[in-house]
């Protein structure tokens, strides 16, 4: 469990489950910046069963407010290079958005890789619309390397996707 002032990151339990594919599979919650896609709740309780959705490709994690409501999750799964990860978060709520939580909970996760790993880039991938994605990026010392054009298809359209990457020195720089 990875706790800070305003939010925990932890593991999903079996006592989450029924609570947590209700909130990952309200699509209205989406937005515009998130497939549309979606997991039928027996392959996620599946999942749950055999890998408690924790693999080597890919670790969930639940992030809870401080009454310990979940109001989002937040992941790190396989990049191109053996020593990077991309890192992925969605709140389920978007007005929690604003307050932190995704920040907060982005710089959590970011220390527990670097001080766990031996991983010496992470990655964090965004459309360029997404403001408050940059501003998450940006707030935990992440660089925008570029541009991908239409590397995603998102609700109908391929989109581009904006790339900001933190490397371990310039973490550890902003560390001390």
Same mark, same amino acid.
């Given at each position: 469990?990875?706790? /800070?002032?305003?939010?925990?990151? %932890?593991?999903?339990?079996?006592?989450?489950?029924?609570?947590?594919?209700?909130?990952?599979? &309200?699509?209205?919650?989406?937005?515009?910046?998130? #497939?549309?896609?979606?997991?039928?709740?027996?392959?996620?309780?599946?999942? +749950? !069963?055999?890998?408690?959705?924790? =693999?080597? &490709? *890919?670790?969930?994690? $639940?992030?809870?407010?401080?009454?310990?409501?979940?109001? /989002?999750?937040?992941?790190?799964?396989? *990049?191109?290079?053996?020593? #990077?990860? @991309?890192?992925?978060?969605?709140? +389920?709520?978007?007005?929690?958005?604003?307050?932190?939580?995704?920040?907060?909970?982005? %710089? $959590? $996760?970011? &220390?527990?890789?670097?001080?766990?790993? =031996?991983?010496?880039?992470?990655?964090?991938? !965004?459309?360029?619309?997404?403001?408050?994605? @940059?501003?998450?990026?940006?707030?935990?010392? +992440? =660089?925008?390397? /570029?541009? !991908?054009?239409?590397?995603?298809?998102?609700?109908?359209?391929?989109?581009?996707?904006?790339?900001? *990457?933190?490397? %371990?020195? @310039?973490?550890?720089?902003? *560390?001390?």
């Amino acid at each position: 469990m990875l706790k /800070g002032t305003l939010c925990t990151v %932890r593991h999903v339990q079996a006592a989450d489950l029924n609570n947590y594919i209700a909130l990952v599979n &309200d699509l209205p919650s989406r937005g515009e910046f998130f #497939s549309m896609q979606f997991k039928s709740p027996e392959v996620i309780r599946r999942e +749950f !069963m055999q890998t408690g959705l924790v =693999t080597e &490709d *890919s670790e969930l994690f $639940l992030i809870e407010d401080q009454h310990q409501h979940i109001i /989002g999750t937040i992941t790190h799964f396989k *990049s191109r290079t053996p020593a #990077s990860r @991309e890192i992925g978060y969605r709140l +389920f709520d978007p007005q929690r958005g604003g307050r932190g939580y995704t920040s907060e909970a982005t %710089r $959590l $996760l970011v &220390d527990y890789l670097f001080h766990a790993y =031996t991983y010496h880039r992470l990655e964090l991938l !965004m459309d360029p619309q997404n403001t408050a994605s @940059e501003r998450i990026a940006q707030k935990n010392g +992440f =660089t925008q390397e /570029g541009l !991908m054009r239409q590397a995603f298809f998102i609700n109908g359209s391929m989109r581009d996707v904006k790339m900001y *990457s933190l490397l %371990r020195p @310039e973490w550890q720089a902003r *560390s001390r």
